[in-house]
């Protein structure tokens, strides 16, 4: 090696360890994030962020771009009533229907509802939970060959059931709860979703295989339950029952609805509910179906907030992967 190489190795080494030392550090302080989100929400913070790109609130303004059309409408001075447009069920099996509803304001369509009715007498369902965080839509749909999976209700940071659970008759979730809105509930031979105004949960439970509880109520004796106004915004999931006692998902395609306007919207549609039960919404307000051929695969994309005045959008740190969902719903092929 020549007097000249000789030097230039010998000049690079201080670069290569301060190179060294920044790529150790960078390492350590990786590994120490993790950690910590592991320590702070378990397998389910980590696969939220690794897999999922995580999810932060930016403040945004009512007419804001980076906002749907639909959330922009919902938003202005005057919002348009929403009424339903035109919709026909389609038959995929004997004892289970899709169809899709229009949300029609101002004269356009705002916002559409992806639903399916379940005849209970020809279906079982399924209520599960993954905290890992490790499960979406698509991955539940193989898993369990369902026909149906729709998200479920609310979860803690850690992926578990922050409402009671009954999940293939083993008890999930917080033991000490009360509730007063509703719950889905299902045996081998009794399916239905519940008002719990005046009803203790462990009763409603009882002899079900599995159940769930979630809220608010949106639907008691086929009229609107009272739902204080706001401007939170979502992509929004139900699960209600009918007059014939069928079993009806929703899930809507935006996010033009409130809480308030959704319970009003669903009692003036021509669904005939008389139960509607809000699930879990934002981005993990889910619907897939896979039967004799037909095939759904929607999942959600918006939430937004109010707080101190101030709206507040969900949205990704990076990538724009799926949420996971720790809490479904499912129906099976008997």
Same mark, same amino acid.
């Given at each position: 090696m020549s007097l000249r190489a000789k030097r230039l190795t010998v000049a690079s080494y201080p670069g290569q360890r301060r190179f060294r030392t920044v790529i150790i550090g960078t390492v350590?302080?990786?590994?120490?994030?993790?950690?910590?989100?592991? *320590?702070?929400?378990?397998?389910?913070?980590?696969? $939220? /962020? !690794?897999?999922?790109?995580? @999810?932060? #609130?930016?403040?945004?303004?009512?007419?804001?771009?980076?906002?749907?059309?639909?959330?922009?409408?919902?938003?202005?001075?005057?919002?348009?009533?929403?009424?339903?447009?035109?919709?026909?069920?389609?038959?995929?099996?004997?004892?289970?229907?899709?169809?899709?509803?229009?949300?029609?304001?101002?004269?356009?369509?705002?916002?559409?509802?992806?639903?399916?009715?379940?005849?209970?007498?020809?279906?079982?369902?399924?209520?599960?939970?993954?905290?890992?965080?490790?499960?979406?839509?698509?991955?539940?749909?193989?898993?369990?060959?369902?026909?149906?999976?729709?998200?479920?209700?609310y979860f803690s940071l850690r992926g578990e059931p922050d409402t009671p659970l009954k999940s293939e008759g083993s008890l999930l979730?917080?033991?000490?709860?009360?509730?007063?809105?509703? *719950?889905?509930?299902?045996?081998?031979?009794?399916? $239905? /979703? !519940?008002?719990?105004?005046? @009803?203790? #949960?462990?009763?409603?439970?009882?002899?079900?295989?599995?159940?769930?509880?979630?809220?608010?109520?949106?639907?008691?004796?086929?009229?609107?339950?009272?739902?204080?106004?706001?401007?939170?915004?979502?992509?929004?999931?139900?699960?209600?029952q009918d007059r014939e006692r069928c079993i009806i998902f929703g899930t809507t395609a935006g996010a033009f609805f409130t809480l308030h306007d959704l319970a009003a919207f669903l009692a003036s549609a021509p669904l005939g509910l008389t139960l509607a039960l809000n699930l879990d919404g934002g981005p993990v307000a889910c619907q897939g179906i896979s039967l004799a051929g037909f095939r759904r695969d929607v999942c959600g994309k918006w939430e937004l907030a109010e707080e101190r005045g101030r709206l507040k959008l969900l949205s990704w740190v990076f990538g724009s992967r799926r949420a996971a969902l720790p809490v479904v719903l499912a129906v099976l092929r008997k």
């Open positions: 350590v302080a990786a590994c120490a994030a993790l950690l910590g989100l592991y *320590a702070y929400s378990g397998l389910y913070g980590i696969n $939220a /962020v !690794l897999r999922h790109g995580g @999810t932060i #609130w930016l403040t945004v303004k009512p007419d804001d771009a980076r906002l749907s059309p639909s959330m922009r409408l919902a938003l202005s001075e005057s919002p348009p009533q929403a009424e339903p447009g035109k919709f026909e069920w389609q038959q995929i099996q004997d004892g289970f229907e899709a169809a899709e509803l229009p949300v029609i304001a101002a004269g356009r369509e705002a916002d559409r509802l992806y639903l399916a009715r379940v005849n209970p007498r020809r279906f079982s369902f399924t209520v599960r939970n993954a905290p890992a965080g490790d499960m979406e839509l698509g991955d539940w749909m193989t898993s369990l060959g369902a026909a149906l999976v729709i998200n479920g209700s979730g917080p033991k000490d709860y009360t509730a007063k809105h509703g *719950a889905f509930v299902s045996s081998a031979d009794f399916t $239905a /979703v !519940l008002d719990l105004e005046k @009803t203790g #949960w462990p009763q409603a439970f009882g002899k079900a295989r599995n159940a769930m509880i979630s809220y608010p109520l949106l639907i008691r004796q086929a009229d609107p339950v009272q739902i204080t106004k706001s401007r939170w915004l979502a992509n929004r999931s139900f699960v209600g």
